[in-house]
């Protein structure tokens, strides 16, 4: 059950939007985690500073993620995560911060896991 958050200070096009949540509907296998439990959220437009400059395209992804994934899976999930920005944004990787959160809770149809 992963949850990724994307805010991003660049404009996401509906059809950007939907070849983002597909190819990070993929990325999510490399934690282990499946598209078929994914939820998304897009926040474009937003006002935004990195090293206090906005006038660079940037991204940031807020990764939650019930249970754990190691560190090289994480890794590698970043790589593609800045892969995917970068390929359909046009944001440059060193402007991409990925933040992972691992909980043992998670809610869901009225129960947790």
Known sequence: MPFISTKTNVEISTEKEQIIKSRLGEAISLVGKSEGWLMLEFSDNCRMYFKGE????????????????????????TREACRIMSEELGISPDKVYVKYEFSTEWGWNNMNF
Do not use: Y
Not at 61 to 66: A, K, M, N, P, T
């Open 54 to 77: 906005s006038s660079s395209p940037m991204a940031f992804l807020d990764v939650s993620i019930f249970g754990n994934a190691s560190k090289s899976a994480c890794e590698n999930f």
